[in-house]
């Protein structure tokens, strides 16, 4: 489980650093930063897939990512004493993101290249990268560290050489996932890779997740719920069935949800409702309903993930369906740790009922994405390599 998360020159986020428990719930009006925090963690998670470059590049490049406003704020300024207004820089751009699990932390910088004879002139570099042990990065405590192109890890107490010729353009994660020579290389991006994200299911009427799709076992739902079918059969031979008749249940009091395998090997959804005399094909049912029964296969998963984020779930759901929902969610949260990053108030109310709903409500003060009520004394130790 990921106990901290550190993010810093991020779009508004200029600096923060946000404590986390098993069930993490996102909220703040629009504009406060929602988006950004979701964003900065798909990037992280990009590190461990060789994506983190082609992600900035997808976002408009790095200097369009970077913080826009002045490098420090003054109390000065946020009590309007002062206008907002920048200076000389002090410290060199970089963008900055971290975390600290349960097992180990890991940082990563990202800058701009130095001027150079190439095109990708404009392409960021990976300047610092570290995987730590503890609540928070300290030099005792750093297990791998990357700076520039050479990658050391820690031996006892010295220092070896892994690779001194890493390119700027890759992780250390993908010069070195060999388990034998580094294992804490190894076993950091595994887990990051563990994690999943929903924030798109299609429910349009071309959408394949309407359609009879050809079934594999499927243990972890595609994003866009194209293999639902298949993802439930698979819950029901291998998983939670129960789990999964409960949740139709609570959601559509008397209806039942059954996958039907046909002869050429496709499977399709039939949805029984009470008062029909046939059931409903996958084509037929609404986007509400279709798109609560994607959410029941994507977290009544067989195979949990360490961290699973879900983007805006409230989606196409009538407020009716929101407290089956976070039912379902709070299920989740006790196999994986789960973000929901949320605006719907029923659903919002339904989740901070449990016990470990860690709720944090995002603002933005003078353009910069803040924790609503966050003090010094509140805010986790933090600390970047450089």
């Not at 470059?53 to 109390?75: C, D, K, V």
């Not at 029964?293 to 961290?307: N, Q, S």
Request: hydrophobic share 35%; with cysteine.
């Amino acid at each position: 489980m990921l106990t901290t998360l550190s993010i810093a020159n991020y779009r508004s986020i200029q600096s923060l650093t946000i404590p986390l428990g098993p069930l993490n719930l996102i909220t703040g009006p629009n504009g406060s930063g929602k988006s950004n925090l979701y964003k900065a963690l798909r990037l992280l998670a990009k590190t461990a897939s060789g994506g983190v470059i082609n992600s900035l590049a997808e976002e408009g490049g790095l200097q369009s990512t970077f913080w826009a406003g002045p490098e420090e704020i003054s109390e000065a300024m946020r009590r309007g004493d002062v206008e907002v207004q920048g200076g000389p820089r002090k410290d060199v751009v970089r963008l900055k993101l971290g975390f600290a699990s349960e097992t180990f932390g890991y940082t990563i910088s990202l800058g701009l290249p130095e001027p150079q004879q190439s095109a990708f002139c404009f392409d960021p570099e990976i300047k610092r990268e570290c995987i730590f042990n503890g609540p928070y990065y300290r030099p005792a405590s750093c297990l791998v560290e990357r700076k520039g192109s050479m990658v050391r890890i820690r031996s006892g107490r010295s220092w070896e050489v892994a690779s001194q010729h890493v390119p700027s353009y890759d992780s250390m994660f993908d010069a070195h996932s060999d388990p034998s020579s580094a294992a804490e290389v190894f076993h950091t991006r595994e887990m990051i890779r563990s994690w999943r994200f929903y924030d798109h299911f299609r429910t349009d009427a071309d959408a394949p997740a309407r359609k009879p799709q050809l079934g594999t076992r499927t243990t972890v739902l595609h994003h866009d719920g194209r293999d639902v079918a298949a993802a439930l059969q698979t819950i029901i031979e291998i998983g939670d069935k129960e789990a999964l008749d409960r949740a139709i249940e609570d959601a559509f009091p008397g209806c039942k949800l059954r996958v039907v395998t046909k002869d050429d090997g496709r499977f399709s959804l039939e949805f029984y409702q009470k008062g029909l005399l046939r059931p409903l094909s996958g084509a037929e049912l609404s986007d509400g309903t279709l798109r609560f029964v994607l959410w029941v296969a994507a977290l009544l998963t067989p195979r949990p993930p360490a961290l699973m984020v879900l983007n805006e779930p409230e989606t196409s759901l009538h407020p009716d369906l929101l407290p089956a929902l976070a039912r379902l969610i709070t299920h989740a949260s006790q196999h994986s740790q789960v973000w929901v990053i949320s605006h719907a108030n029923r659903l919002i109310n339904a989740l901070n009922q449990h016990s470990d709903c860690h709720a944090i409500e995002l603002e933005k003060v003078l353009g910069q994405t803040e924790v609503q009520g966050q003090g010094m004394l509140d805010t986790p130790n933090w600390y970047w390599p450089d």
